[in-house]
């Protein structure tokens, strides 16, 4: 028997071991990753001190994260694989975008066209950004909420700035009888992902930037309906094309135009939401 047969037959044997009455998609999981890391194993003729080395990087990932940072989800975001996952679950064309590390629950219920932001920022523009939430057919809903968030003009989210008031730059809004919403918040900074632990070693090895194109969170939801996940991007950013986690969407890239009058905003931007039924 040659070593490659041995190789197969023993990643067999692992397999083998997962138990009777395991949960069924976690056996379905646990099956597919195990063929997968033992023949990726093989193909790059893993060494232990290598091994080692991943061991580190993974108790290294778990020791810097905290209720404010989130190294996994950050990795994972690094190597594609949140966007991957997206496209997994609602196809390359859709409205959806990642979640990313930064998401907190229970942003603040604000009235329509307030700001989400708390303090001046340091060169801020503000932006009047609307639209109105529908269903598939574009009938609005009325009732969906979206829950926003985004960092400030320094490039941090409130948990990674201690400057900033909790819960700054984040609000829940819901949208009238005629499923519109509207709110106030600063044009989008581009801003570098935290870059000062593993992710950031990670991307120094693979000679990439940290930067993330500017850009608004959004998760917009109503009763019956599938859920959004998203962002939405300024296409006048320098980082427009070049997204250090390859989350850009082009459908969710939109020109921030001049408000010119029309609202007390330095810029204007729209944009509709269409929740498929759940
Ligand atoms: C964000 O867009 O908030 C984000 C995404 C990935 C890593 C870090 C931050
Ligand atoms: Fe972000």
Not at 53 to 71: P, T, Y
Not at 101 to 106: A, G, H
Not at 166 to 190: I, K, Q, S
Request: charged share 20%; hydrophobic share 40%.
């Amino acid at each position: 028997m040659n070593d490659d047969t041995q190789a197969i037959r023993f990643t067999e044997a692992v397999i083998s071991a997962i138990g009777a009455g395991t949960d069924e998609r976690a056996k379905e999981i646990m099956t597919s990753l195990i063929r997968h890391l033992h023949q990726f194993a093989m193909d790059v003729s893993l060494t232990l001190d290598e091994l080692l080395a991943a061991c580190r990087f993974l108790v290294e990932a778990g020791k810097i994260s905290n209720n404010g940072r989130d190294e996994f989800v950050l990795i994972a975001n690094i190597l594609g694989v949140e966007v991957l996952v997206d496209m997994i679950s609602h196809g390359a064309g859709s409205q959806t975008a990642i979640l990313g590390p930064m998401y907190r629950k229970d942003a603040p219920p604000l009235a329509a066209g307030t700001s989400i932001s708390r303090v001046r920022a340091q060169g801020e523009q503000t932006v009047f950004v609307e639209g109105h939430v529908t269903d598939a057919a574009g009938t609005p809903i009325a009732g969906a909420t979206l829950d926003v968030w985004q960092a400030s003009t320094n490039g941090l989210y409130d948990v990674e700035d201690r400057d900033q008031p909790d819960m700054n730059l984040r609000g829940l809004f819901t949208t009238d009888a005629n499923g519109y919403y509207a709110f106030r918040c600063l044009r989008p900074t581009p801003y570098p992902i935290p870059d000062d632990g593993p992710g950031g070693q990670l991307l120094e090895l693979l000679k990439r930037h940290p930067m993330r194109p500017a850009h608004i969170h959004f998760i917009v939801r109503a009763q019956g309906k599938q859920s959004v996940i998203s962002q939405l991007y300024d296409a006048a950013c320098i980082y427009i094309d070049n997204d250090s986690i390859f989350a850009v969407k082009n459908p969710l890239v939109l020109k921030f135009e001049s408000a010119d009058g029309r609202c007390d905003s330095d810029l204007y931007v729209r944009y509709d939401w269409r929740l498929a039924d759940s």
